[in-house]
């Protein structure tokens, strides 16, 4: 049937293109997942503004803060507990998750990688929403729900996802973290430690560029 369309000049969609090109060889474009402050403060009025329990409300606030300023991933984020902040030398201590292990289900269990295990400082910005989510915490764990069950990734990206329409996630929060790290000058074995990555050819990858980037590398390029 194809042989007999090309012979006639007929053009149609050819279904067994994603048979017969291996997936390697496939082009995608990679999703844009450039978040800005404002973007996220949009996120969180929303949150605000939803019907949700007044505590969850506070949970995912507070999550997609910390995540916005410190890059930690998402899970890493739901097992802070009160003894991983440390206020005096304005460090987060980064040693566990939250996820399933062989025998539970929403507990705390290693972090992904031996690298992942660092201390993340945080800045003036995070003092009064880690001291409120301390005041509230369970256990002193800062992101247990009234349930007694940690948050998750798939309760907090849901949330988001509705409010935004499908145009915010969570992980985008460290994506862009990665990127302003490296774009702001910061050298990549910095970065790479702060992002808990064992290669720093993840810490690059992480790092996306988009439309302003590109234009602002070629004006100062043809500026030289």
Known sequence: MYRYAIAKDIVIKDETYSVLVPKSEVIEIKRNVETSYSELMEVIEGIQNSHMKENDSLLCQGALMIMYYTGLRPSETFALSS???????????VWKSVGTT??????????KTECSIRYVPFSDELIPILKLLIDRSINGYLFKRDNGLFMDGTYLSNITRRISKGEFRPYQLRHQFSTDLITSGVDLRTAQEL?????????????RSNENLKRLAITNRNKN
């Open 195 to 207: 992002m808990g990555h064992k290669e720093v050819n993840m810490t690059v990858s992480y790092a």
């Open 102 to 111: 062989s025998t539970e289900k929403n507990t705390i269990r290693k972090t």
């Open 83 to 93: 003894d991983d902040i440390d206020f005096s030398s304005m460090l987060i201590h």
